[in-house]
């Protein structure tokens, strides 16, 4: 399976913002973005030219991508469903990514960042409605339940990730029961509750051309 291998703090330095790929270090002074915050490779302290419209376009499209580890080829599928969906197509796209099992897993505290959560799934750690689902990508429906498996809930990076819960920004759209383990996905989250911050209608214009 493709998946991106390099350092993924190299990631937010290109994007000039923190994009939150590392978990609990990025809220630390040991985030590379601190200590580092201008561009990777030997350029990268001199300042950058002039953008043009279509760079700060595939700039926006390429946070978003890296923000929720998609690839390329994934992306424009992505878009080309909230294209055929009802309703503004770049709330679209976000809603859809919002929904991958993986980023709930994150979301609701199972894991300390998507990359995490992506491997937890893959190793068969939750369960949807009680199916067990190895699928990071797999849309989660309102009303779905999803669990951390009984044998799964004494794994460290799940347990250390559960005790920040309370840390973490309330997202309306989930319920979460730390007790249980468990989270619902109560509806689709709506664009003004999505904690992203980026300009998703520029990326409809790049794909627009």
């Given at each position: 399976?493709?998946?991106?291998?390099?350092?993924?703090?190299?990631?937010?330095?290109?994007?000039?913002?923190?994009?939150?790929?590392?978990?609990?270090?990025?809220?630390?002074?040991?985030?590379?973005?601190?200590?580092?915050?201008?561009?990777?490779?030997?350029?990268?302290?001199?300042?950058?030219?002039?953008?043009?419209?279509?760079?700060?376009?595939?700039?926006?499209?390429?946070?978003?991508?890296?923000?929720?580890?998609?690839?390329?080829?994934?992306?424009?599928?992505?878009?080309?469903?909230?294209?055929?969906?009802?309703?503004?197509?770049?709330?679209?796209l976000l809603i859809l990514l919002e929904c991958r099992l993986?980023?709930?897993?994150?979301?609701?505290?199972?894991?300390?960042?998507?990359?995490?959560?992506r491997q937890l799934v893959l190793h068969r750690h939750f369960?949807?409605?009680?199916?067990?689902?190895?699928?990071?990508?797999?849309?989660?429906?309102?009303?779905?339940?999803?669990?951390?498996?009984?044998?799964?809930?004494?794994?460290?990076?799940?347990?250390?990730?559960?005790?920040?819960?309370?840390?973490?920004?309330?997202?309306?759209?989930l319920r979460l029961d730390k007790a249980k383990m468990e989270?619902?996905?109560?509806?689709?989250?709506?664009?003004?509750?999505?904690?992203?911050?980026?300009?998703?209608?520029?990326?409809?214009?790049?794909?627009?051309?």
């Open positions: 399976m493709a998946r991106y291998r390099d350092a993924n703090c190299k990631l937010c330095r290109r994007e000039g913002m923190k994009l939150f790929l590392k978990g609990n270090r990025c809220v630390t002074d040991k985030c590379a973005f601190e200590r580092r915050g201008y561009a990777p490779g030997q350029h990268g302290q001199t300042g950058r030219r002039k953008g043009s419209e279509y760079g700060f376009q595939l700039r926006e499209k390429q946070k978003i991508r890296r923000i929720y580890g998609v690839l390329e080829k994934q992306f424009r599928n992505y878009f080309a469903e909230a294209a055929r969906l009802k309703g503004i197509t770049g709330d679209n993986d980023n709930l897993a994150y979301r609701l505290g199972f894991a300390p960042s998507r990359k995490s959560a369960t949807v409605n009680d199916k067990i689902v190895d699928i990071p990508s797999y849309q989660v429906k309102p009303g779905d339940l999803m669990k951390v498996r009984e044998k799964s809930r004494t794994i460290d990076i799940i347990h250390s990730s559960m005790k920040e819960v309370g840390k973490v920004y309330d997202y309306p759209w989270g619902e996905l109560l509806e689709r989250p709506k664009r003004l509750d999505i904690p992203v911050t980026v300009q998703e209608q520029m990326v409809v214009e790049l794909y627009s051309k």
